[in-house]
């Protein structure tokens, strides 16, 4: 993993040669792509000898009447079901990513090649799981609902940005992506869950949140970040994120979801080893790898939110 860019800095050639030791090369860190839906849904541990993990789905008993009886002196009472049902996740085979560093290489180096790739690999296996728990929140928000729990919910609002009837402003944008926020706020409520609701969307929209003339403004809000911050907290009572996680589905503005959307069976979370093989002249085997399933689970409780 020597250095195998241009022999002198300001060259740009294309050249193998070691980049002189007399030369003092600073390693700029890549930047990592911020982890968000992986951490917010629901999850359970794998034990081992297990392939996958059961969520048990309540049902909805509460929106009518059904089932309820008036009682007559005398006589037995009428006995009803309950309705619940399950998902089961099972675990997909294991990803992995694995490097070799050559023991001469990185002595001569002069940066941390070791640490750098180590970095590199866990950056890159964290950012595919959050790319995973991504898909399945809009997963859920296609679905069909269990035990009378309903529907998955796509709010559609042709006024977003990249739509037919968009506005050529950020503030108008941003208006239209609170309102918007709003609306699966409330069908995630009219769904009867009443946990934090989160919104994730990319770092354009994102920005556009914040200019909207209502996100952060103080005669609608009380401390809710602003143009100075580059940040809005909340919008409807839903926490709002940025990533660049969020699927390229055509359309795709944002997602509303709630912990209960979707489940993670996790057997390894990122796991890295570093290892030695002598027949490489003790080079460093560097491993990472992770092992779980993801899938939908309450699917009442997801929002696409969509321009189209």
């Known amino acids: 993993m020597a250095y195998t860019g241009a022999g002198t800095i300001n060259t740009g050639t294309t050249s193998t040669s070691d980049l002189s030791r007399d030369v003092q090369l600073d390693v700029l860190a890549s ?13 359970k541990q794998v034990p081992d000898g297990a392939s996958g993990a059961q969520f048990i789905i309540e049902g909805k008993e509460d929106d009518a009447d059904t089932g309820l009886a008036t009682y007559t002196a005398g006589n037995q009472v009428d006995i009803t079901n309950g309705t619940q049902d399950e998902r089961l996740i099972a675990l997909d085979r294991p990803f992995y990513q694995a490097r070799r560093i050559d023991r001469w290489d990185a002595a001569i180096a002069n940066y941390d090649s070791i640490g750098m790739n180590v970095r590199q690999m866990g950056a890159k296996l964290g950012a595919s799981i959050d790319r995973k728990a991504a898909a399945a929140v809009e997963a859920a928000s296609l679905a069909t609902g269990l035990a009378n729990n309903g529907n998955g919910v796509v709010v559609t609002n042709t006024a977003l940005p990249g739509g037919l009837a968009a506005g050529t402003t950020a503030v108008a944008h941003g208006n239209e992506i609170a309102e918007s926020i ?39 809000t009380n401390g809710n970040g602003g143009f100075d911050t580059g940040m809005v907290k909340t919008v409807g009572g839903a926490y709002v994120f940025q990533s660049n996680n969020v699927p390229a589905t055509a359309g795709l503005i ?55």
């Open 182 to 220: 709003f609306a699966s706020v409330a069908a995630i409520r009219d769904n009867d869950d009443e946990g934090d609701v989160y919104i994730v969307m990319n770092p354009t929209n994102y920005s556009y949140l914040v200019q909207s003339d209502r996100a952060v403004n103080a005669d609608f």
């Open 254 to 308: 944002a997602l509303a979801f709630t912990e209960q959307a979707a489940g993670i069976a996790e057997l390894w979370g990122v796991q890295s080893k570093i290892g030695e093989q002598q027949e490489f002249l003790d080079a460093k085997l560097l491993t990472a790898y992770y092992s779980n399933g993801m899938g939908v689970l309450r699917a009442n409780s997801a929002v696409s939110i969509k321009n189209v």
């Open 31 to 43: 930047f990592q792509r911020s982890l968000v839906f992986a951490q917010l849904l629901y999850k």
